[in-house]
C-alpha cells in the first residue's frame, strides 16, 4: 500500500482566516488524491478529488473556491480552507488512489477547529 | 447517487462473541473496500473485494462479496477488545477506479471485556 501523511495534525484559527492543510504521498507517485471530510460519530464525505496537473473535482455542495485545492506535484496535495467559519471546523482526511488496485490508502486527518 | 446502506449503526457485544456487519446497495460495485477507523485516525484499509462471491479471511475477520457485487459482509469471531472501533464499508462503481469512495455510514463497534 501508499504511506499516506498530513499535516497540520490539528490546526485551530480564528473566523475569517484562511488555513492550508498538506497531503502527501510519502512512496508513491499519486496522481489521483481524495478529500474527505468527517464529522464527529459520522461517516466520511467526499469533497473533491485532486488531479495531478488539473483542476480538481467538486462534489455537489462543496463551493469550489471556499475549498482550494492543488495538486502541484506527484506527492503533494493541498487544501485551503478561506475566510473559514466555526462551521468549518471538522477533521479533513486525504486520500491517495493506489493506481496498483483499486484501494485508497488514507492520510491520518487533520482537525481543525475555527474560533 | 450512488447510495450505502450499512448495518448495523452501533454495535456493543461481550467479549467472544460473533458479529456479522452488512453493506448493501442497489447498484452494482466494481471494487469495495472495508476499512477500520480508531477516534482522531486516518482509515485504515483491512480488505479489497474484486470478484462476485469473494471471500477473504484476515485472522478472525472474514469478508463476503455478494454474487451480483451488490453487497458484502463482515464477519467477526470471538471478538475481542481490540476489534472496538468505527468500521466503513467503501464503493467504488463502475466508471473508473479514479472516483473517489461512497461509504457507509459506519458501524460503531464496543466490544466489552
Known amino acids: 500500500g501508499a504511506v499516506v501523511s498530513q499535516h497540520p495534525s490539528r490546526v485551530i484559527c480564528k473566523s475569517g482566516t484562511s488555513v492550508k492543510i498538506e497531503c502527501r504521498s510519502l512512496?508513491?507517485?499519486?496522481?489521483?488524491m481524495f478529500w474527505y471530510r468527517q464529522f464527529p460519530k459520522k461517516s466520511l464525505m467526499l469533497m473533491a478529488t485532486s488531479n495531478e496537473g488539473s483542476k480538481a473535482t467538486y462534489e455537489q455542495g462543496v463551493e469550489k473556491d471556499k475549498f482550494l485545492i492543488n495538486h502541484a506535484s506527484l506527492t503533494l496535495s493541498t487544501l485551503t480552507v478561506t475566510s473559514a467559519h466555526p462551521e468549518d471546523s471538522s477533521f479533513y482526511i486525504c486520500s491517495v488512489l493506489y493506481s496498483y488496485g483499486y484501494e485508497q490508502y488514507f492520510g491520518p486527518g487533520t482537525r481543525l477547529t475555527v474560533t | 447517487t450512488q447510495l450505502l446502506e450499512q448495518s448495523p449503526q452501533f454495535l456493543s457485544i461481550q467479549e467472544g462473541e460473533n458479529l456479522t456487519v452488512y453493506c448493501n446497495s442497489s447498484s452494482v460495485f466494481s471494487s469495495l473496500q472495508w476499512y477500520r477507523q480508531e477516534p482522531g485516525e486516518g482509515p485504515v484499509l483491512l480488505v479489497t473485494?474484486?470478484?462476485?462471491?469473494e471471500v477473504k479471511k484476515l485472522k478472525r475477520l472474514t469478508f463476503q462479496f455478494g454474487d451480483a457485487r451488490k453487497d458484502s459482509s463482515l464477519h467477526i469471531t470471538a471478538a475481542q477488545p481490540g476489534d472496538t472501533g468505527l468500521y466503513l464499508c467503501a464503493g467504488a462503481f463502475p466508471g473508473g477506479g479514479a472516483d473517489g469512495l461512497t461509504f457507509g455510514k459506519g458501524t460503531h463497534l464496543i466490544i466489552q471485556p
Open positions: 473485494v474484486v470478484t462476485g462471491g
Open positions: 512512496d508513491f507517485q499519486a496522481t489521483t
